[in-house]
């Protein structure tokens, strides 16, 4: 079957290197699952992996052109991504080091939610992700292709599917030190203040990024 699909070995191996290296979503899924453990970690990752595919599918429609084309649009969605980044690092900063165990059990699924909510915000409002899919699939799609989105959309897929196996590795090692963390709310609360800066900093460079 045709899918207008070319050099796919290279763009797995190339989206790795994309996916593997320190980012925003790198740094959110360490934090989670260091600090709330491999459950927060999990949901963040498929959170994260719905806005791979909200991205996708936009870039794929002709939307993510308009926000490449779009000066003010770019403004919008970059100050918003900012705006959450900061929002999540003084939130990080402030947060106790301590948890009622109580409220913990009684409200496991809002966590999950908010975890999953969260990934989905981050990679949303990320406008480096949509310009980035927008200059980076279109190279592995065959010209007789180009005008065809299933071919944008089979690479999200694909993309999405790496990104969730390389996320999950990386909760499932940070996790193991979660339980270590977690009882000890010292250091609990100087590994959110410290992830909080990190935040903080990013939101800054996404504010003043440029195209």
């Known amino acids: 079957m045709n899918t207008g699909i070319v050099h796919f070995e290279a763009f797995i191996i190339t989206a790795f290197l994309f996916i593997a290296s320190p980012g925003i979503d790198t740094m959110f899924i360490i934090n989670k699952s260091l600090t709330q453990g491999k459950i927060a970690g ?35 969605v970059k ?37 999953f909510t ?3 915000m ?23 292709a180009v005008e065809d989105k299933m071919p944008f959309l089979l690479l999200g897929v694909v993309y999405a599917g790496i990104a969730i196996l390389w996320f999950l590795l990386l909760t499932f090692l940070a996790s193991t030190f979660s339980s270590k963390i977690q009882g000890n709310s010292t250091v609990k609360k100087w590994m959110n203040k410290g992830a909080g800066v990190v935040f903080i900093l990013m939101g800054l460079k996404v504010a003043f990024s440029k195209k």
């Open 79 to 115: 100050y918003l991504g900012a705006a959450y980044l900061i929002y999540l690092g003084i939130k990080s900063i402030l947060a106790k080091g301590e948890e009622d165990d109580n409220v913990a059990l009684s409200n496991v699924e809002m966590k999950r939610r908010k975890h």
């Open 42 to 76: 999990v949901f963040s990752t498929f959170g994260i992996n719905v806005g791979v595919f909200i991205h996708t599918f936009f870039a794929a429609v002709g939307l993510s052109w308009v926000l490449a084309q779009s000066a003010m649009a770019f403004m919008i």
């Open 122 to 144: 981050t990679t949303l409002f990320n406008p480096k992700v949509a310009l980035f899919f927008l200059s980076f699939f279109p190279q592995f799609i065959a010209p007789s």
């Open 118 to 120: 969260s990934g989905i």
